[in-house]
């Protein structure tokens, strides 16, 4: 359904996304997990009317459900709805464990817009690209980012292994910021290697970084000829491998989120420059 607001009271865009589950989202959210659970015949009717429909979830499911969250959920439906409702990291939790089971292509659509559409920071995605829309178990809950930051790091996250870890790591529902940093960093190693040190066996960014300090004219990537000093870039890089270096010099701090996600978006910017995009 479109909706062009027509006053600014109802123009959202701008509003902060959250981690929350307001209850303006319960009844959706209810219904969609309500059809994932008749669709794979994981409830029962404790009464034997079969067009009366779900009133308990399968013991043999809440068993598992039971084990892998290691607390006790009820069987009945209504009660259960209500225990993962209202606690939004469980919440999160157990949209993940059925996306990651349950959901075909269009069970995983039909969530999406209903967490889109009510400015939820999680978003879904597709786990296996190469899976078809019938599979099921190739979809995660994972942090919501913009289209245009997406975009932007396309080309780089379809090409660079390391840079997918990274952005993996950034943007997951638990984000591991130190390894966001240690894998820009490994994918810039690479790709300077390549460009500037392709006989070079053992890249080390710093060193990389030493090298072009010293030689910056090596320096070529797109649009350089508008620099009438080539260091801003050298300077981009160096304050990413300043950030790995003060995680792994032993004073213990890891890197924040902010560091973390402008180490990414340096990365994949200088990655981008450096083939044309």
């Given at each position: 359904m479109r909706f062009k607001p027509f006053t600014k009271k109802y123009d959202f865009s701008k509003v902060s996304l959250t981690e929350d589950y307001p209850s303006y989202l319960h009844a959706p959210l209810g219904q969609w997990v309500y059809d994932l659970v008749e669709n794979n015949d994981l409830g029962t009717n404790r009464h034997g009317y079969v067009s009366s429909g779900i009133t308990d979830l399968k013991r043999s499911f809440v068993n598992r459900l039971n084990t892998l969250f290691r607390q006790t959920f009820p069987t009945d439906l209504n009660a259960f709805m209500v225990k993962i409702l209202y606690e939004p990291e469980l919440t999160s939790n157990f949209l993940?464990?059925?996306?990651?089971?349950?959901?075909?292509?269009?069970?995983?659509?039909?969530?999406?817009?209903?967490?889109?559409?009510?400015?939820?920071?999680?978003?879904?995605e597709k786990s296996d690209k190469t899976a078809d829309e019938y599979e099921t178990g190739v979809y995660d809950l994972v942090k919501r980012v913009s289209t245009e930051v997406r975009k932007q790091?396309?080309?780089?996250?379809?090409?660079?292994?390391?840079?997918?870890d990274a952005w993996a790591a950034c943007y997951s529902r638990n984000?591991?910021?130190?390894?966001?940093?240690?894998?820009c960093c490994d994918a810039l190693e690479h790709l300077l290697r390549d460009k500037y040190e392709p006989k070079n066996?053992?890249?080390?960014?710093?060193?990389?970084?030493?090298?072009?300090?010293?030689?910056?004219?090596?320096l070529s990537y797109k649009g350089d000829t508008l620099l009438e000093n080539k260091f801003d870039l050298i300077a981009l890089i160096n304050a990413a491998t300043s950030v790995r270096g003060s995680?792994?010099?032993g004073t213990g701090r890891n890197p924040t989120p902010d560091e973390a996600e402008y180490v990414l978006q340096a990365t994949?910017?200088?990655?981008?420059?450096?083939?044309?995009?």
């Open positions: 993940a464990l059925m996306l990651q089971n349950y959901c075909s292509g269009r069970d995983a659509v039909r969530l999406e817009i209903i967490l889109a559409d009510g400015g939820s920071a999680f978003a879904v790091a396309e080309s780089a996250l379809s090409t660079s292994e390391l840079i997918r984000p591991d910021h130190a390894k966001t940093v240690t894998m066996m053992k890249p080390q960014l710093g060193l990389l970084v030493k090298n072009l300090r010293a030689n910056p004219g090596k995680h792994t010099a994949i910017f200088i990655w981008n420059l450096h083939h044309g995009i």
